[in-house]
């Protein structure tokens, strides 16, 4: 909402300092200012005057309206309580092209598609991980066949502390190499649901209500639709970020994204029906042939999947990614994903053989990434790789 007169900045500032009577802003009140007329000027006036009186969390709430409005026409999510564990620092990050964006990365609503399979051509997968200490987590087959475990992300973001921004992702499924050989494999079913265990084996914390997942995410390519999110990627976070593009068409029963990459070949399609049923029964009987326990977790459960990339030979950077959303797995029917080789990237998706077999879909998506490094740290490190030109964990 914006002001429109001196009449109404007089009003915010009003409110903020009846607000602060009390000697503290907090979250609830927060909540209340922002629903007064305000612009980011105002905003930044009561954060420079009022903010040693705000919790965390309020102060957390103005910092992202100051610098990113709520977007029309999206669903307001920003005060769910994940986001209150993690408030913004209200730190800056500048990057190598000189755009002032919040170092904290959150994203607070969107639609998000998922593919989990298997690759068979586990040498191509290891070569992609080669040097980086990791190497990809294998399914091993009752014929005897091996796959290394891969997924495709694409997603649309509605509202994030970097704007809205459209990605693809292409990850492996990684675990260190030091762990060994008989660590590095789960034992697949034959009901063709093992690849997504590698995102349903870890450790929950029952006093701090967080599942902390054993593999990590290796992020080996992504594909951004701005600019900010292609620089603060590449230079803070390490990933192998370029030019994309994810097209969303909506049907009464089905959600398609249609990635390009920036020179507009296709890279992937991807069709969801609504009204397909979960396989969460299979999936139970993957878990109990690869020996893996599946706890019912709580409404509230914290997700934590740690995560590393790094772009070309780099060294490898690490993160988390966390959300508080409980994903619902279906097959992936004939015909829901193709990729195609006019990319780079639906060209690598092919040579690796990748199958896909579980398909999630989430409709408000929603998550923090912590752990990225300081971004003052990290920024001659980040500006160095552009200046490159580089556009127990598995039971047996």
């Known amino acids: ?80 309580p994940i986001f209150d564990r993690y408030p913004l620092s209200g730190r800056t990050y500048t990057t190598a092209s000189g755009t002032t964006v919040l170092e904290d990365v959150q994203y607070y609503n969107g639609r998000m598609v998922q593919l989990f399979g298997g690759c068979s051509n586990v040498t191509a997968v290891r070569e992609a991980l080669a040097g980086s200490g990791y190497v990809p987590v294998m399914l091993r087959h009752p014929d005897g066949r091996q796959t290394a475990i891969a997924q495709m992300w694409a997603h649309t973001l509605t509202d994030t502390s970097l704007h809205p921004y459209d990605a693809m992702f292409i ?7 030091s762990m060994g050989p008989s660590q590095q494999s789960l034992r697949a079913d034959q009901n063709g649901m ?59 029963r089905t959600v398609s994204f249609a990635v390009k990459n920036g020179a ?26 690869a020996g893996i326990p599946l706890p019912d977790l709580p ?8 995560s590393v990339a790094r772009i070309g030979r780099d060294p490898v950077v690490s993160w988390e990614w966390r959300t508080d959303l409980r994903a619902v797995p279906r097959r992936v029917p004939d015909g829901a994903a193709a990729f195609s080789s006019q990319s780079e990237e639906g060209a690598m998706i092919a040579a690796w ?6 398909m999630i879909y989430i409709p408000n998506v929603r998550g923090v990434v912590t752990g990225i490094p300081d971004g003052r740290s990290s920024r001659a490190e980040g500006r ?3 200046a490159r030109g580089q556009v127990r964990l598995i039971p047996r």
């Not at 009140?29 to 009186?53: E, K, M, N, T, Y």
């Not at 990850?171 to 190499?177: I, K, L, S, T």
């Not at 969801?272 to 139970?284: E, F, I």
């Not at 509230?300 to 740690?306: A, F, K, L």
């Open 1 to 80: 909402m914006q002001a429109r007169s001196g009449a109404h900045d007089s009003e915010f500032m009003h409110e903020a300092e009846r607000l602060a009577g009390d000697g503290e802003i907090g979250n609830s009140d927060a909540i209340r200012l922002l629903d007064h007329r305000h612009s980011p000027q105002d905003l930044r006036a009561a954060l420079d005057r009022f903010g040693p009186l705000m919790t965390p969390q309020a102060r957390s709430k103005l910092t992202l309206a100051a610098w990113v409005s709520l977007p029309p026409r999206v669903h307001n999510q920003r005060f769910e």
């Open 171 to 177: 990850v492996v499924a990684a675990v260190p190499e």
């Open 194 to 252: 093992s690849s997504l265990l590698s995102m349903l084996y870890g450790t929950y914390t029952a006093a701090t209500r967080t599942y902390t997942n054993h593999a990590r995410l290796f992020f080996i390519r992504l594909l951004d639709s701005t600019r900010i999110a292609i620089e603060v990627g590449r230079e803070r976070m390490g990933t192998d970020k370029r030019p994309g593009t994810v097209d969303v068409v909506d049907t009464a």
């Open 264 to 289: 507009r070949h296709a890279v992937a399609t991807v069709k969801v029906d609504l009204a397909a049923p979960d396989c969460l029964g299979d999936v139970a009987t993957a878990a109990a042939t």
């Open 299 to 306: 409404p509230g459960t914290e997700y934590v999947y740690p």
């Open 353 to 358: 053989g990748f199958r896909p077999e579980i």
């Open 384 to 386: 160095a790789s552009v």
